[in-house]
């Protein structure tokens, strides 16, 4: 049987979603039902994660969805800790309560991926057109979205 | 009134729709609740009363069983006895309607941006279950005893009911330019209604009658383009207002995840407090220790005057932020109010 997944990925002011459709055979694509995003409310940040957590859980109940896959943290090298990490790592765990309220959630790492699916850098992977021809059908995915779609790619083949 | 539902105490009436009223009342099960009482109008024929009745028996029952935060709940759904009425037993909301907000004059940028958040994300849990609501507009927008806005009144389940209804009660205000040239209603023509809406909520009633009647323009093209702003409203909402009530509905935000992100970005400030009479206008706000005034006066259609200025809260000397120094234009008052007003 065919399953509802969400892939999603946090930043400072703005949600990434892809919804998708994958198919029970792993050799079919996945079938992009949606590709959008939720952008943060401008002024108070309680009140935008109030929206945006609620915007999350209706989006994820009233399709349906499954499970959920979100970008999940990580650090590399040496980064100085910046306001803008903190504050998309707060947007990251809005996301992820609102799923996990309706959903089950499972977070991977761009570098988990990378280690685990297929031969090639997760980056290359999303630079090939020619891949995501093969792998994804329905909507028109874009390009800006094609790394939370490689989450729903990688979790589909775990 | 005690032949539709046992248990049930019916008490005053608190609105009066086209097909009906609705009634304070007390349910065993829910407590204080609404009865909404849909009466076949007398325009009716049997044919499409039944077929009325039918589909807003199932829109209901499906409304019954989907919950959502921004939806007013309705608990049940029942044929009358007589069979020419349907009960429809719901949540009561102690704010009442938006309506009244919308006669007492402009709502405050904040207050709309958060009505219009809550009444997208109640539009989108209907569009995502497959159903149009029809009757977007602020007498359908009730607020809960929380202050949270609710969409409610789901009478209109066909188009044909659209214009059938829409005729005699006013409705046609917000009738989507498409609606018009026959191509029936979608989940875009609902955006539509949001974004007349959201300028009735931001302009209230005494500025909104002075404009022609969107039935009136709508029909004929390029509404957006003729809709008459206070001078406050900043650029960025005329904007979206403009994008939900364009007449391509190509144009138009597509869905309500669309429209909610054309919406978050908006600023809530400055956040006036807004009074219109028939010669002048008045503005209102704090601003740490100070208070800003705006007015415009209106004398006649070609001579206004207007001016700014700011006072202390306490003691201390007033402060002239800008004005007109002698009698000018609508265009010029409009235009040097907005850069003031707007910054």
Redesign the interface.
């Known amino acids: 049987m065919s399953k509802r997944m969400i892939g999603l990925s946090a930043s400072t002011d703005n949600v990434i979603y892809v919804d998708v459709e994958v198919p029970d055979s792993d050799d079919e694509p996945l079938v992009i039902l949606e590709d959008?995003?939720?952008?943060?409310?401008?002024?108070d940040r309680s009140n935008?994660y109030q929206?945006l957590h609620?915007?999350c859980v209706?989006?994820i109940r009233?399709?349906s969805i499954e499970e959920a896959v979100v970008k999940a943290s990580a650090v590399m090298g040496r980064m100085s800790l910046k306001l803008g990490m903190l504050q998309t790592a707060e947007v990251r765990g809005i996301v992820i309560a609102a799923a996990a309220s309706e959903c089950s959630v499972t977070q991977l790492t761009k570098g988990l991926v990378s280690r685990t699916y297929g031969e090639r850098n997760v980056d290359d992977y999303i630079e090939d057109d020619d891949f995501w021809a093969e792998h994804t059908t329905g909507k028109t995915l874009r390009k800006m979205s094609r790394e939370v779609a490689m989450l729903l790619v990688a979790a589909r083949n775990r | 009134m005690s032949d539709y539902t046992s248990g049930l105490k019916v008490g005053k009436k608190i609105g009066n729709g086209h097909f009906g009223q609705v009634h304070e009342a007390v349910d065993p099960a829910h407590g204080e609740v609404a009865v909404k009482v849909l009466q076949r109008a007398a325009w009716m024929t049997d044919a499409q009363w039944a077929t009325y009745k039918s589909e807003h028996l199932g829109e209901a029952q499906n409304l019954s069983r989907a919950e959502?935060?921004n939806v007013v709940k309705v608990h049940s759904v029942v044929e009358g006895d007589s069979g020419d009425s349907v009960v429809i037993c719901m949540a009561f909301c102690p704010g009442g309607s938006l309506q009244d907000h919308f006669e007492t004059g402009p709502t405050s940028l904040p207050a709309v941006?958060k009505v219009a958040?809550q009444v997208l994300?109640g539009l989108?849990?209907l569009h995502?279950?497959g159903m149009i609501h029809r009757d977007i507009k602020p007498a359908n927008i009730l607020i809960d005893g929380k202050g949270v806005a609710q969409l409610g009144d789901f009478g209109l389940v066909t188009d044909d009911l659209v214009f059938g209804y829409a005729s005699d009660a006013g409705y046609l205000d917000h009738l989507a330019y498409e609606v018009w040239q026959g191509s029936g209603t979608s989940v875009r023509s609902d955006i539509w209604a949001v974004g007349m809406t959201i300028y009735r909520l931001l302009h209230g009633k005494a500025w909104y009658d002075e404009a022609a009647r969107p039935q009136d323009l709508v029909k004929d093209g390029n509404y957006a383009d003729k809709l008459k702003w206070l001078p406050h409203i900043p650029k960025d909402w005329r904007r979206v207002i403009r994008k939900m009530l364009v007449d391509d509905p190509a144009r138009r935000y597509q869905n309500v995840?669309?429209a909610?992100?054309g919406?978050?970005?908006?600023?809530?400030e400055p956040a006036w407090d807004v009074t219109v009479g028939h010669d002048r206008i008045e503005w209102r706000r704090i601003s740490g220790s100070r208070r800003i005034l705006a007015e415009w006066e209106r004398i006649s259609d070609r001579k206004h005057r207007w001016r700014v200025w700011s006072e202390p809260v306490g003691s201390g000397r007033s402060r002239t932020l800008g004005g007109s120094t002698a009698l000018t234009s609508r265009r010029d008052a409009e235009e040097g109010l907005r850069e003031l007003l707007c910054f």
Request: glycine letters at 8%; proline letters at 3%.
């Open positions: 959008g995003n939720w952008k943060l409310q401008k002024g935008a929206v609620q915007q209706d989006y009233e399709a | 959502h935060r941006k958040t994300h989108g849990a995502q279950r995840q669309q909610l992100n919406v978050a970005p908006l600023c809530v």
